[in-house]
């Protein structure tokens, strides 16, 4: 790589969940990079991030994003356009990661675990040259990649959403709420799911299950039948879902599963108890089998499980399957592959 020019990048959200994530798989990366500015809010002035062996400064004063040669967007909707706005005068490429732009006519590449990710000349052509970027929210993400897999024509599922969908916020509602229940102190005011979610799940909470049926939408087109209900449950980080699916053409399970290992990012966990050996305590008692959240937390991949006929439907066409991802990992993933993509970077 010694011939490319070392890059100046700069990522706004810097110390939020997914900025950390991303600035840390950056660091991690072979890619040439000259400098790399972290803006965050004024409430996280003064802090310092590590990149490379290197403590920088996190800035909350906006920087000039003229001259840099990419920027990526991790901050909430709300700060996300504007970012978005000053990037585009700057005429600096820049990648939105909050979906504030979900609903726009913004390229939002396939997740890299689909097949069309790369088979599409013309979409290669046209991310070469995106002055902006998008990027469907985690969910979709795990998703897409098993809709693909198994030529899915109507999926209904519902996920299961820990309070990091929320932020850093939603962490430390949950936290301190779960500490003060047990302390029996007073609980502190609710979170950003604005109400209280320790020893609770809140139907409806945690992602935007609208966003994420558009995403699945534009991605299959009308061959798609999607809908999905979300909750949020009191972990700390990962994702769930629940699938039920209709395929379009019947499969036999060792098809199924041949489809869902094939797929790169994929691990099946079909048999066995997790990674954690979680093990019933009565033994005449079925173990439960995993996935679990805390199986996903700094994976990857997508881990499947619970592969099991849907009674209700015809024989090989009806499927439930369990999915188990860390949707930050998931998200900083497709983030770094676009831009190395965008950059023209090997
Ligand atoms: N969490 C997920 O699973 C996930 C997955 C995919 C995409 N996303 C999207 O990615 C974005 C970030 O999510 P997150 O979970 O990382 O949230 P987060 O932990 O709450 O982090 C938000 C970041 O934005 C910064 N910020 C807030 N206002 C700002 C401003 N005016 N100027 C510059 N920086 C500002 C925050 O700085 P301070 O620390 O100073 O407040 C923090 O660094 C969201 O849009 C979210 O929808 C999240």
């Known amino acids: 790589m010694s011939d490319i020019q070392p890059k100046r990048l700069v990522v706004f959200g810097a110390t939020g969940n997914l900025g950390q994530q991303l600035i840390e798989k950056l660091a991690e990366s072979n890619w040439p990079i000259f400098e790399l500015i972290g803006v965050a809010s004024s409430d996280s002035a003064g802090s310092e991030f590590e990149f490379r062996g290197e403590m920088l400064d996190v800035t909350s004063e906006w920087p000039t994003l003229k001259g840099r040669d990419f920027v990526f967007i991790c901050t909430p909707r709300s700060e996300a356009l504007e970012v978005v706005r000053e990037a585009l005068r700057a005429e600096v490429p820049c990648i939105d990661c909050s979906g504030a732009l979900a609903d726009q006519d913004v390229r939002m590449p396939a997740p ?40 899915v024509s109507r999926v209904v599922g519902t996920v299961l959403c820990s309070s990091s969908a929320l932020g850093q916020k939603g962490v430390a509602a949950l936290s301190g709420e779960s500490i003060a229940l047990f302390n029996q102190s007073d609980v502190p005011e609710a979170g950003p799911a604005g109400q209280f979610v320790a020893f609770d799940v809140v139907p409806g909470g945690g992602i935007d299950s609208d966003r994420v049926r558009g995403e699945l939408q534009r991605l299959f087109g009308s061959g798609l039948s999607v809908d999905l209900a979300s909750v949020q449950v009191p972990t700390f980080v990962g994702e769930g879902s629940s699938l039920s699916l209709t395929l379009s053409a019947p499969l036999a399970r060792e098809a199924v599963e041949a489809r869902l290992a094939a797929i790169d990012g994929v691990t099946l966990m079909q048999d066995g108890f997790g990674s954690r050996g979680l093990a019933s305590v009565d033994e005449a008692v079925e173990a439960p089998i995993g996935p679990t959240l805390r199986d996903a937390i700094g994976v990857d991949e997508i881990l499947i499980g619970r592969i099991e006929a849907d009674a209700s439907q015809p024989v090989g066409e009806g499927w439930r399957l369990w999915l188990a991802y860390d949707p930050i990992r998931l998200t900083s993933e497709q983030v770094l592959n676009l831009a190395r993509r965008r950059l023209g970077l090997p």
Do not use: C, R, Y
Not at 128 to 144: H, I
């Open 112 to 151: 890299i675990s689909m097949s069309q990710s790369t088979t599409d000349g013309d979409a290669e052509a046209a991310i070469k040259t995106a002055p902006l970027l998008g990027v469907p929210a985690g969910t979709t993400l795990a998703w897409a990649t098993v809709l693909e897999a198994l030529s």
